[in-house]
């Protein structure tokens, strides 16, 4: 199915699911910590009793999800509580990503931290899907095999995609590698190395803003704006993807831009990715800082979003259109006087998209620990 990340409530629950859902509590207690917690202090935040979080983050220790660290030196009276922290030895998650020009796979551990990394440089284009999914489903398992080598195991995957995804993983079209109802998860799990692992298929503009969501420092609302050969877009409210009644929300690159300009793939005429795409950038195009703010504009207008974060590969040209972007904000955007827009660079670059299929995975986990412990119980 398509990745969806939720959260646990912030508090216990009294019902035939308890145990699951205190457990889920407990784990992302510790992930949100800035300090290894004790078991008292999660009792304490949590709001349930120490005898119910020791039990629990034993299970969770048990399961190779924390670890305990061993107490600082004694300074006084007392003797020091040991600290809680993810464990970087137990269950990763692997992010795959197919764009135009690039294959790439990513694995990703408990802690956020990327463990392996490998990419691929090539027009994906002339291989159709099943040649790109052979080659990416290839690259993937010299990842998964790096990560178990690394004393990792692989809890599920990720597919990062430049197209609209159904619920159940199927690319109805990417229009610039020129797929159309392409079965992507039933073709990756072709490769022997991938067959047994949870596989989900996601927009990669989507993926890519829950990445950056998760580096965001402070930004729960945002624009993410994923500039490839396509142009994809995600956006985050109050700290949650939206994705529009059919999960096809985000196709800012063909929003128009001039109406009687260039002809693009999809068919229609004016589209934001013939002059701020990846193709459009490299060859100089001067309309292109101009064009993005026309965009941008008429979704903060609509939307009301205070920061926009330019990823993927816009971070090597950022510098270049900034300025411009801006002054069509500034000129275009109604509130701009009242409350101006932020624009920003993507903390996360070209790795946005991969890293966030990843952290899908991981995600997965934390938040529901109890299907985990059955795994490897």
């Given at each position: 199915m398509t990745a969806r990340i939720s959260s646990p409530s912030s508090a216990p629950v009294r019902?035939?699911?308890?145990?699951?859902?205190?457990?889920?509590?407990?784990?992302?207690?510790?992930?949100?910590?800035?300090?290894?917690?004790?078991?008292?202090?999660?009792?304490?935040?949590?709001?349930?009793?120490?005898?119910?979080?020791?039990?629990?983050?034993?299970?969770?220790?048990?399961?190779?999800?924390?670890?305990?660290?061993?107490?600082?030196?004694?300074?006084?009276?007392?003797?020091?509580?040991?600290?809680?922290?993810?464990?970087?030895?137990?269950?990763?998650?692997?992010?795959?990503?197919i764009n135009v020009d690039y294959l790439a796979a990513c694995v990703v551990d408990l802690t956020g931290t990327v463990r392996q990394r490998f990419t691929e440089h090539a027009d994906q284009r002339p291989a159709g899907a099943a040649g790109a999914l052979a080659a990416l489903g290839?690259?993937?398992?010299?990842?998964?095999?790096?990560?178990?080598?690394?004393?990792?195991?692989?809890?599920?995957?990720?597919l990062a995609v430049p197209g609209l995804v159904s619920p159940a993983g199927l690319v109805r079209v990417a229009p610039n590698l020129?797929?159309?109802?392409?079965?992507?998860p039933a073709q990756l799990r072709a490769v022997p190395e991938l067959a047994d692992l949870p596989l989900a298929v996601d927009n990669e503009a989507n993926l890519a803003a829950l990445g950056e969501l998760r580096v965001a420092g402070g930004d729960p609302t945002f624009l993410y704006v994923s500039g490839e050969i396509g142009i994809g877009a995600g956006l985050v409210i109050d700290g949650e993807l939206y994705r529009g009644v059919r999960g096809w929300s985000g196709e800012i690159g063909h929003l128009t831009v001039?109406?009687?300009?260039?002809?693009c793939r999809c068919g229609a005429t004016g589209c934001l990715e013939q002059y701020a795409g990846q193709e459009a950038l490299a060859a100089g195009e001067p309309l292109a800082a101009a064009a993005l703010g026309i965009a941008l504009s008429a979704v903060v207008n609509l939307l009301d979003v205070p920061v926009i974060v330019l990823g993927g590969a816009y971070g090597p040209y950022f510098d270049r259109l900034r300025d411009g972007i801006e002054t069509q904000l500034r000129r275009r955007v109604?509130?701009?006087?009242?409350?101006?827009?932020?624009?920003?660079?993507?903390?996360?670059?070209?790795?946005?998209?991969?890293?966030?299929?990843?952290?899908?995975?991981?995600?997965r986990v934390r938040d529901d620990p109890a299907a985990w412990l059955r795994r490897v119980g």
């Amino acid at each position: 199915m398509t990745a969806r990340i939720s959260s646990p409530s912030s508090a216990p629950v009294r019902q035939s699911s308890v145990r699951a859902h205190n457990l889920a509590l407990v784990l992302n207690t510790v992930a949100n910590s800035a300090d290894p917690p004790s078991r008292a202090a999660v009792a304490a935040a949590t709001g349930l009793t120490r005898a119910t979080v020791s039990a629990l983050v034993d299970d969770l220790i048990e399961g190779g999800l924390l670890i305990e660290l061993d107490p600082p030196p004694r300074t006084g009276a007392g003797r020091p509580a040991a600290g809680l922290a993810l464990t970087s030895a137990g269950p990763a998650g692997l992010g795959c990503e197919i764009n135009v020009d690039y294959l790439a796979a990513c694995v990703v551990d408990l802690t956020g931290t990327v463990r392996q990394r490998f990419t691929e440089h090539a027009d994906q284009r002339p291989a159709g899907a099943a040649g790109a999914l052979a080659a990416l489903g290839r690259l993937a398992a010299r990842a998964r095999l790096a990560a178990e080598a690394d004393g990792l195991v692989v809890a599920g995957a990720t597919l990062a995609v430049p197209g609209l995804v159904s619920p159940a993983g199927l690319v109805r079209v990417a229009p610039n590698l020129g797929w159309q109802e392409v079965d992507a998860p039933a073709q990756l799990r072709a490769v022997p190395e991938l067959a047994d692992l949870p596989l989900a298929v996601d927009n990669e503009a989507n993926l890519a803003a829950l990445g950056e969501l998760r580096v965001a420092g402070g930004d729960p609302t945002f624009l993410y704006v994923s500039g490839e050969i396509g142009i994809g877009a995600g956006l985050v409210i109050d700290g949650e993807l939206y994705r529009g009644v059919r999960g096809w929300s985000g196709e800012i690159g063909h929003l128009t831009v001039f109406p009687d300009g260039r002809p693009c793939r999809c068919g229609a005429t004016g589209c934001l990715e013939q002059y701020a795409g990846q193709e459009a950038l490299a060859a100089g195009e001067p309309l292109a800082a101009a064009a993005l703010g026309i965009a941008l504009s008429a979704v903060v207008n609509l939307l009301d979003v205070p920061v926009i974060v330019l990823g993927g590969a816009y971070g090597p040209y950022f510098d270049r259109l900034r300025d411009g972007i801006e002054t069509q904000l500034r000129r275009r955007v109604l509130t701009a006087g009242l409350a101006p827009v932020t624009v920003r660079a993507a903390r996360l670059g070209a790795d946005a998209a991969v890293r966030g299929a990843a952290d899908a995975v991981i995600r997965r986990v934390r938040d529901d620990p109890a299907a985990w412990l059955r795994r490897v119980g």
